[in-house]
Every structure is written in C-alpha cells, then in structure tokens.
C-alpha cells in the first residue's frame, strides 16, 4: 500500500492522499514537547441516507506558554493533536479549528456554534492571535480539507494559540466539522449533493491558556 504525507509549514498548506483507499491529511505548526495530555474521544453519526460520519481525536495536547505580549492581558498556549474522519460512502469536507474564549465557560457551547459566538477569527495559518475582550468567543478553523476517498487526516503540531485584549481566564477548546453527501459539492461557495447530507461536529476537552 503506498502512502503519500502532506505538510502545513508555518505560513503555507498543501493536501494528498496518504493511503491506497484515499486518506487525505493536513499537518499543521512545527514541533515541541512537554504538553499536558487532553482524553481522546470519537463520534459516530449516520444520515437519513445510511451514510455513516466517523470522527475520532487522538494524542491531543496543550502545553501553557508565555504570552509574546507581555502586557498581562495576554493568553497562550501550544496545541497538538490528531483527527481523522471517516465516510462509509460518499464524499465530504473536514475542518479543524478551535473555540477561544475569554472569561466565558466554552463548556456550554456544544450545543451549536451560533448565537453569541463569532466566527470571523482568522484562520489556522502560522500562529494564531485572536483578539477577545472578557465575555467573547470566536471560532477560528483552518481550511476545507476534501474527503473525495472516505478518509481524511489533520495533523496539529504545537500550533500556537495566542489571546490578545484578554484581563481575565482564557480557554479553548479544539473542533472537527465534517459535511458528506452523495455526490457532495462545495464549488464557487454552493453546496450541492445527490443524497441527503450528514453533518458532525466533534469537540475536544476545554483547556486553559495562560
């Protein structure tokens, strides 16, 4: 079985196939060590199609830093971790970003990701910054990775997390979002299938920033 690997560098992104069956992987920062170990966890849901969404996160991390701000109003911390999604049929897109929050408890927030929550956080490229004032939330991820084959890899590797404007507690917590269908399209921003649509969103352990 041949096996192909891509790489996020700091500042660029690249995708491919990573096994004969089609796995598609992301890999995102650059190495580091001695993080605190987050519970893996996995979810399993099935349309009305009997298309099957499996997402499962492994070897996740998160390792406190010192804000390069050093104003006192800064956050930081380096995270890892592995996430895999995996289609019984059809095609699909995965995301992987994270919830940021200042002084609010992100625990609650499972249940959706509208209302109060703001996602117009910039997106997983290099280090991340996320200005947040004390009481806000922003849902920054990184890019559609296609999952033309069934499977999809992202590969996080003590990217760094930094909350600027922050006086209080700051948290986070990570997110895998996975859209298949039949037949499933995303061109020119229009989403399109041949089957009804499975939508999952798995989401990690909050964890504190500094």
């Given at each position: 079985?041949?096996?192909?690997a891509?790489?996020?560098?700091?500042r660029?992104?690249?995708?491919?196939?990573?096994?004969?069956?089609?796995?598609?992987?992301?890999?995102?920062?650059?190495?580091?060590?001695?993080?605190?170990?987050?519970p893996?966890?996995?979810?399993?849901?099935?349309?009305?199609?009997?298309?099957?969404?499996?997402?499962?996160?492994?070897?996740?991390?998160?390792?406190?830093?010192?804000?390069?701000?050093?104003?006192?109003?800064?956050?930081?911390?380096?995270?890892?971790?592995?996430?895999?999604?995996?289609?019984?049929?059809?095609?699909?897109?995965?995301?992987?970003?994270?919830?940021?929050?200042?002084?609010?408890?992100?625990?609650?927030?499972?249940?959706?990701?509208?209302?109060?929550?703001?996602?117009?956080?910039?997106?997983?490229?290099?280090?991340?910054?996320?200005?947040?004032?004390?009481?806000?939330?922003?849902?920054?991820?990184?890019?559609?990775?296609?999952?033309?084959?069934?499977?999809g890899?992202?590969?996080?590797?003590s990217?760094?997390?930094?909350?600027?404007?922050?006086?209080?507690?700051?948290?986070?917590?990570?997110?895998?979002?996975?859209?298949?269908?039949?037949?499933?399209?995303?061109?020119d921003?229009?989403i399109?299938?041949?089957?009804?649509?499975?939508q999952?969103?798995?989401?990690?352990?909050?964890?504190?920033?500094?």
């Open positions: 079985m041949s096996k192909k891509t790489t996020m560098a700091r660029a992104a690249a995708v491919a196939a990573v096994s004969a069956v089609g796995a598609a992987g992301l890999m995102i920062g650059a190495g580091d060590a001695d993080a605190a170990r987050l893996s966890g996995s979810k399993t849901s099935t349309g009305i199609d009997g298309q099957v969404v499996k997402i499962k996160r492994t070897a996740e991390s998160a390792r406190g830093l010192h804000s390069v701000a050093n104003n006192g109003a800064g956050r930081s911390a380096a995270v890892s971790g592995t996430y895999k999604a995996t289609l019984s049929k059809g095609v699909g897109t995965m995301k992987v970003g994270y919830l940021v929050g200042c002084q609010v408890d992100i625990t609650g927030l499972e249940g959706g990701l509208s209302g109060s929550l703001s996602a117009d956080g910039p997106a997983l490229n290099g280090a991340l910054t996320v200005p947040l004032k004390p009481g806000e939330v922003k849902l920054v991820s990184g890019d559609s990775l296609s999952l033309k084959k069934g499977k890899t992202v590969m996080v590797d990217f760094n997390i930094n909350v600027e404007q922050c006086g209080g507690y700051a948290s986070a917590r990570s997110v895998v979002q996975v859209l298949a269908a039949d037949g499933f399209t995303n061109e921003d229009a399109s299938a041949d089957s009804g649509y499975v999952s969103t798995l989401y990690g352990k909050p964890f504190s920033l500094n």
